[in-house]
């Protein structure tokens, strides 16, 4: 055993193997016997959560486009800097502005996802953290759900988003929609997204 689920708490299942469903409780994946389960749908949704342990998918597999792309004295912020594992890289949009409306997109041959993990801004250093603009209100595309949106916080490091339940697809598009500003650059960076799997 390694929880107990309170009556009328609800679980995420992830499938069924015979009379158990496989579930997600308070960060614990198990099993739950469906005598004690009722199941209805439930609506797509996201959420910051720690991370659950999932496989992530090889860089090598996606394909990063953006909506612009920064280029200046330093160099050239393309897209595929948010695809490379590498937390000292970073997309920086290009238009005019703080970067609300910009977008990146991942696409990758179809894959079960269960979220993704994103390090927000431009994480080589505390000082280019700071200096450049970080997404604050994400928006994220996946095929055939709904759209939603989810407030990333303002902090350096990994920050892992859960769907509601695993969705079978071909990309993940994330759109900023609010920005917490840079002390002295405009334009706003990510500096990695990672496909979660969903096993």
Same mark, same amino acid.
């Given at each position: 055993?390694? &929880?107990?689920?309170?009556? +009328?708490?609800? =679980?995420?299942? %992830?499938?069924?193997?015979?009379?158990?469903?496989?579930?997600?409780?308070?960060?614990?994946?198990?099993?739950?016997?469906?005598?004690?389960?009722?199941?209805? /749908?439930? /609506?797509?949704?996201?959420?910051?959560a720690g991370d659950p342990g999932y496989a992530r998918l090889d860089t090598s597999a996606i394909e990063a486009y953006a909506s612009s792309e920064q280029v200046d004295q330093?160099?050239?912020?393309?897209?595929a800097n948010a695809n490379d594992a590498d937390p000292s890289t970073a997309w920086a949009e290009g238009a005019g502005g703080a970067g609300e409306g910009e977008w990146l997109s991942l696409f990758f041959s179809e894959q079960k996802v269960a979220g993704f993990a994103i390090r927000a801004g431009y994480q080589r250093s505390a000082d280019t953290y700071n200096a450049n603009g970080r997404p604050a209100d994400i928006r994220v595309s996946v095929a055939g759900e709904? +759209?939603?949106t989810v407030t990333l +916080?303002?902090?350096? $490091?990994?920050?892992? =988003?859960?769907?509601s339940y695993p969705v079978v697809?071909?990309?993940?598009? !994330?759109? !900023?929609?609010? =920005? %917490?500003? $840079?002390?002295?650059? &405009?334009?706003?960076? !990510?500096?990695?997204?990672?496909?979660?799997?969903?096993?």
């Open positions: 055993v390694l &929880a107990r689920v309170p009556l +009328d708490e609800q =679980v995420v299942a %992830y499938g069924r193997e015979g009379d158990f469903y496989r579930v997600e409780y308070a960060g614990m994946r198990g099993y739950v016997h469906a005598d004690y389960l009722s199941t209805e /749908p439930a /609506p797509f949704s996201m959420r910051l330093y160099g050239y912020y393309a897209a709904s +759209d939603c +916080d303002d902090a350096r $490091g990994e920050q892992v =988003v859960l769907f697809t071909d990309y993940l598009s !994330i759109e !900023i929609s609010s =920005v %917490y500003g $840079g002390a002295s650059n &405009a334009y706003t960076c !990510i500096s990695d997204v990672r496909v979660l799997l969903a096993g």
